[in-house]
């Protein structure tokens, strides 16, 4: 029994931290645009990048929001690229003061099923050499290394490419290893 359904793609059950957290994920709008600049300022997301991401017919964006609140704050966001048959994970943040709840989990977890539903083969991302936890939680989901790319980022650190195979026939995670140390 699947514990989160966003957008009607059934997840898997380790996304029961976010629902214990009272998380609910839904395919972001024009009107979340703000709050989600301001949990991705240190990324560099602006929000007229925002904006244009919602209007490419390519780009995916969902968000995480805290369900009970009276806020009802948004505390993280998801941004992919399908093109053929890859997604590409854009960016993944999650608000620095809801970390290790299982929000991200959660939002991979929803990258994953609309992988499945659309059949895709695999699924791209890069991530900052330093950021370790974001690397443990790919590599926890099924994404392995495929190569170091140097000086990627603007302030020149490195960038670990991690991919993650799908068969597309059962949607289950093809498991490899690092190709790349």
């Known amino acids: 029994m699947p514990l989160l359904n966003p957008v009607g793609l059934e997840s898997r059950p380790r996304a029961e931290m976010a629902m214990r957290a009272g998380i609910r994920i839904e395919r972001m709008r024009e009107s979340d645009v703000r709050s989600v600049a301001a949990i991705g300022a240190s990324s560099q997301l602006r ?34 690229w399908h093109v053929a048959d890859e997604l590409h994970v854009l960016n993944l943040l999650t608000r620095e003061d809801r970390r290790r709840l299982g929000i991200g989990r959660a939002l991979m977890e929803t990258a994953l099923a609309f992988a499945r539903e659309k059949r895709a083969k695999q699924v791209l991302l890069e991530v900052r050499c330093s950021n370790a936890s974001a690397i443990a939680l790919y590599r926890k989901v099924g994404f392995h290394t495929t190569r170091l790319r140097a000086r990627y980022y603007a302030d020149d650190e490195d960038a670990v490419e991690m991919t993650l195979q799908l068969d597309p026939s059962t949607g289950e995670v093809v498991a490899r290893e690092d190709e790349a140390g």
Request: charged residues 20%; proline residues 3%; negative net charge.
């Open 47 to 80: 929000e007229n990048m925002l904006r244009e991401e919602l209007e490419r017919p390519w780009s995916h964006m969902w968000v995480a929001q805290e369900v009970g609140a009276a806020s009802q704050a948004l505390v993280g966001f998801l941004a992919l």
